[in-house]
């Protein structure tokens, strides 16, 4: 096969989607920097002299009791906020795969792969390291989710002109892998199911897309039919972030370069997303009362810490590099011009930052006492990006170069048009 004929693994995608993506990174990588900011705050609040009135923030109790639904704030963002974040990653696999330039299958190959690998890998390095503590394999699936907005965050500090076919991947892969995760919620982490509530979601479930799908927008007919689902999702026993994904789902997506209403969705719903719901969720989950040096060491030497950073920072790169490569050798495709197997490395490390679904599952598997598993997801996501920023760092040059490329075929395709 020549080379012009050989597939190639991260190569160029439409202009068109190459836009649209570097839209969506602009806004999650704003995110990111509030999603940090939110964590940093509450672990310096949660260490502080005034770490009680962190917990009685924490502990604040509102809703109304008669739905069942009088729950404590760190609840209502474990449930309710990141039903808003499943929501908008829901809308953007679905848009991917179905207007996308991944509804190729050659081009979805990659990431859903790489994805997978980054979900068994991790959990079974996990298993692996607490084989023998009583209780440690609920929390199994802790490492398997990549936090898109805190990996951007990282990529926006480092300043690097990453190709946008990477950074699709590394989007792409995150939004996969999540989904995953919502789906391991559901089925692993569903405790006593009542199903007629369940059931009964999908009565105001349909309603609701039979209106999106006639073209309705109106917030106050919308909003209370989404707002039912959750509740009844939440009352079921399924998580109630399922929700949000089941609502994503409903929403119709239309090819071309016009605003569907997933685009219009996605749009309203993105910045309260990555603006409110994620940052919010980390305040209230991140903090850790540390307890000096000796309290951290002895958190982080926890067999369980221990299968978290390692499922991590080390199952997660090799099950990611693993997938793609078995996808390359078996497809025999090969790396675009430009890119070396360093980058995979790269982006496969920075994709064991596992922040926002880590910290849920971790609640789900042990409780909101779980500190030491608090810890080793922020232990195990800055180590990722630490690692990852070297890598990256040295690779900066060749992405400057490739960056350089891009912008004089742009610019040589407007002249063409013009």
Request: proline share 4%; net charge positive; glycine share 10%.
């Amino acid at each position: 096969m020549t080379d012009a004929g050989r597939r190639h693994l991260f190569g160029r995608g439409s202009w068109a989607e190459a836009r649209r993506i570097a839209d969506i990174l602009r806004k999650e990588t704003i995110g990111g920097a509030l999603l940090l900011g939110g964590a940093a705050l509450a672990l310096i609040w949660a260490n502080s002299p005034w770490s009680g009135v962190y917990e009685a923030i924490r502990g604040f109790t509102v809703g109304p009791a008669s739905l069942h639904l009088r729950l404590d704030l760190a609840t209502w963002a474990a449930d309710g906020l990141l039903a808003v974040f499943f929501f908008v990653a829901g809308l953007e696999l679905k848009r991917e795969f179905v207007a996308g330039d991944l509804r190729q299958v050659r081009r979805a190959a990659v990431p859903v792969a790489a994805a997978f690998g980054g979900v068994v890998v991790p959990a079974a390095v996990y298993l692996l390291a607490t084989r023998n503590v009583d209780g440690a394999a609920a929390g199994w699936a802790i490492p398997t989710a990549t936090d898109i907005a805190f990996a951007l965050a990282v990529l926006a500090v480092l300043g690097t002109f990453l190709p946008p076919a990477l950074r699709t991947f590394l989007l792409t892969l995150a939004v996969v892998d999540d989904l995953m995760a919502i789906v391991i919620i559901a089925v692993f982490y569903t405790g006593d199911l009542a199903p007629v509530p369940l059931l009964a979601a999908l009565v105001p479930l349909a309603v609701f897309a039979v209106l999106v799908r006639r073209g309705v927008r109106s917030w106050w007919l919308l909003l209370p039919l989404a707002f039912a689902v959750w509740a009844l999702v939440h009352a079921s026993g399924v998580h109630a972030t399922v929700a949000g994904v089941l609502l994503a789902f409903a929403v119709p997506v239309v090819r071309g370069e016009g605003r569907g209403p997933a685009e219009h969705f996605e749009r309203r719903f993105r910045p309260l997303s990555a603006g409110v719901a994620v940052p919010l969720f980390a305040f209230l989950s991140a903090g850790v009362h540390l307890g000096g040096l000796n309290g951290l060491a002895t958190a982080l030497t926890d067999p369980v810490a221990v299968g978290v950073v390692a499922g991590l920072v080390a199952g997660k790169p090799i099950g990611i590099m693993a997938a793609t490569w078995l996808v390359a050798r078996f497809t025999r495709a090969q790396l675009d011009e430009g890119l070396s197997w360093l980058d995979v490395l790269g982006l496969s490390i920075l994709a064991g930052i596992g922040f926002t679904v880590s910290l849920l599952i971790g609640e789900l598997a042990f409780g909101a006492g779980g500190d030491h598993v608090k810890l080793a997801v922020l232990a195990g996501s800055v180590t990722a990006a630490l690692l990852a920023a070297v890598i990256l760092r040295l690779r900066n040059r060749a992405y400057r170069r490739i960056h350089e490329a891009d912008d004089r075929d742009a610019a040589r395709q407007v002249g063409t048009l013009q």
